[in-house]
């Protein structure tokens, strides 16, 4: 009994995962660790670029998501990166007040509006009369065994009720217009206070949105097919709020948001600059020297700093073995990247000229916003 009870766990499990991945026919594959460090990366750049709360508003602060699992076949870096907050409004006690008292009028025209005026009223009270006196008679003939005459008098009453009916219905069609218009403005009058979800979504993949709900956009408004472990687009969806929703779309930081497009994962640590060497003599008589080695066509810049008595800066096309640098032929960029670019100082005092360098180059990419943690 056991048995059938995990094996019906573990199925429930699988079709509430999703049917994203219910249509994995050919199974699921691990996610990378490289997927694994954007998602957390780009994640919190897109939590940090959320607009701190404005005066009376809260936020609720987005839930923390797991990336989850990938069918067989589907390429590193093909999936998207969404985050959603609430801000939640609390009005002041004196405008929550006047909102209220705003909204309470509102109802009052609306049961003005829904009450029959004094001649329909009246016409409608004659055929409830009749309504009233038919099922009066019926019940009479029943009493006396007349049959017959009770079905008259109770096909008698329907008959006026469905006058009645029609006559109150007539009105009630004449105002309807009027009544709606009236609901969907008390509608808009959050007394209570109101709340705008801002969802902030990289590298979107082609799902529905809802009608009118146009997004901010930074960057290419499509998401490339394979857009790899690079941000290529960032949407921000604002749903909500009524008139208070202004009030959070302007406090979007477009800014902070154009620096989290192009962000990528680099290297091992991301930005970092790798040591290849270190400032000490290896052996006896040769000369120290420091090394830092990044990607090609990760580097946007050489710094070199001015005590290094020879300096020898390059950037070449990926390589397909680093000793004996052959271009690549066909890739671009590889899987598990070789480095290409060379920057190399030799220094007789060994002050690890270059590991200051990198430090350098690190400082003013964070700055630049090419990089973050």
């Given at each position: 009994?056991?048995?059938?009870v995990g094996l019906l766990a573990g199925l429930i499990s699988f079709?509430?995962?999703?049917?994203?991945?219910?249509?994995?026919?050919?199974?699921?594959?691990?996610?990378?660790p490289g997927e694994t460090q954007y998602f957390k990366q780009v994640?919190?750049?897109?939590?940090?670029?959320?607009?701190?709360?404005?005066?009376?508003?809260?936020?609720?602060?987005?839930?923390?998501?797991?990336?989850?699992?990938?069918?067989?076949?589907?390429?590193?870096?093909?999936?998207?990166?969404?985050?959603?907050?609430?801000?939640?409004?609390?009005?002041?006690?004196?405008?929550?007040?006047?909102?209220?008292?705003?909204?309470?009028?509102?109802?009052?025209?609306?049961?003005?509006?829904?009450?029959?005026?004094?001649a329909v009223a009246k016409d409608r009270q004659q055929w409830l009369?009749?309504?009233?006196?038919?099922?009066?008679?019926?019940?009479?003939?029943?009493?006396?065994?007349?049959?017959?005459?009770?079905?008259?008098?109770?096909?008698?009453?329907?008959?006026?009720?469905?006058?009645?009916?029609?006559?109150?219905?007539?009105?009630?069609?004449?105002?309807?217009?009027?009544?709606?218009?009236?609901?969907?403005?008390?509608?808009?009058?959050?007394?209570?206070?109101?709340?705008?979800?801002?969802?902030?979504?990289?590298?979107?993949?082609?799902?529905?949105?809802?009608?009118?709900?146009?997004?901010?956009?930074?960057?290419?408004?499509?998401?490339?097919?394979?857009?790899?472990?690079?941000?290529?687009?960032?949407?921000?969806?604002?749903?909500?709020?009524?008139?208070?929703?202004?009030?959070?779309?302007?406090?979007?930081?477009?800014?902070?948001?154009?620096?989290?497009?192009?962000?990528?994962?680099?290297?091992?640590?991301?930005?970092?600059?790798?040591?290849?060497?270190?400032?000490?003599?290896?052996?006896?008589?040769?000369?120290?020297?420091?090394?830092?080695?990044?990607?090609?066509?990760?580097?946007?810049?050489?710094?070199?700093?001015?005590?290094?008595?020879?300096?020898?800066?390059?950037?070449?096309?990926?390589?397909?073995?680093?000793?004996?640098?052959?271009?690549?032929?066909?890739?671009?960029?590889?899987?598990?990247?070789?480095?290409?670019?060379?920057?190399?100082?030799?220094?007789?005092?060994?002050?690890?000229?270059?590991?200051?360098?990198?430090?350098?180059?690190?400082?003013?990419?964070?700055?630049?916003?090419?990089?973050?943690?």
């Amino acid at each position: 009994m056991r048995k059938y009870v995990g094996l019906l766990a573990g199925l429930i499990s699988f079709l509430c995962a999703g049917p994203a991945l219910a249509d994995c026919l050919e199974g699921l594959r691990n996610v990378t660790p490289g997927e694994t460090q954007y998602f957390k990366q780009v994640t919190a750049a897109l939590k940090a670029a959320l607009p701190a709360p404005p005066p009376n508003w809260k936020l609720n602060a987005p839930r923390d998501r797991d990336l989850g699992g990938f069918c067989t076949g589907t390429a590193e870096g093909d999936f998207e990166i969404r985050i959603s907050a609430d801000y939640v409004y609390t009005p002041p006690k004196e405008e929550g007040n006047r909102l209220y008292a705003d909204y309470r009028k509102l109802q009052s025209e609306i049961d003005a509006l829904k009450q029959l005026p004094p001649a329909v009223a009246k016409d409608r009270q004659q055929w409830l009369d009749k309504m009233s006196e038919a099922n009066r008679a019926s019940n009479a003939a029943y009493k006396a065994g007349d049959k017959a005459l009770a079905k008259q008098k109770d096909s008698d009453a329907e008959e006026a009720s469905k006058k009645a009916r029609d006559i109150r219905d007539q009105y009630l069609a004449s105002v309807k217009q009027q009544v709606q218009d009236l609901e969907a403005k008390q509608k808009t009058i959050q007394y209570r206070g109101t709340t705008v979800r801002v969802t902030v979504v990289a590298n979107e993949e082609k799902t529905a949105r809802p009608a009118g709900a146009a997004p901010i956009v930074i960057g290419p408004a499509a998401t490339p097919k394979a857009p790899g472990l690079k941000v290529q687009n960032v949407k921000v969806y604002l749903d909500g709020g009524g008139d208070k929703r202004g009030v959070i779309q302007a406090a979007i930081d477009q800014a902070a948001l154009q620096k989290i497009v192009q962000l990528r994962r680099r290297g091992l640590r991301a930005g970092r600059c790798r040591g290849g060497l270190d400032a000490r003599a290896r052996e006896r008589g040769e000369l120290p020297v420091g090394a830092g080695l990044g990607d090609a066509q990760d580097v946007d810049g050489a710094v070199v700093a001015h005590e290094l008595a020879i300096a020898v800066v390059a950037a070449e096309p990926l390589v397909d073995d680093f000793h004996y640098r052959d271009a690549a032929a066909v890739q671009v960029e590889r899987a598990r990247q070789v480095t290409s670019g060379v920057a190399a100082g030799f220094d007789g005092e060994a002050h690890g000229v270059v590991p200051r360098l990198c430090r350098v180059a690190l400082r003013e990419a964070k700055a630049a916003g090419r990089i973050f943690n």
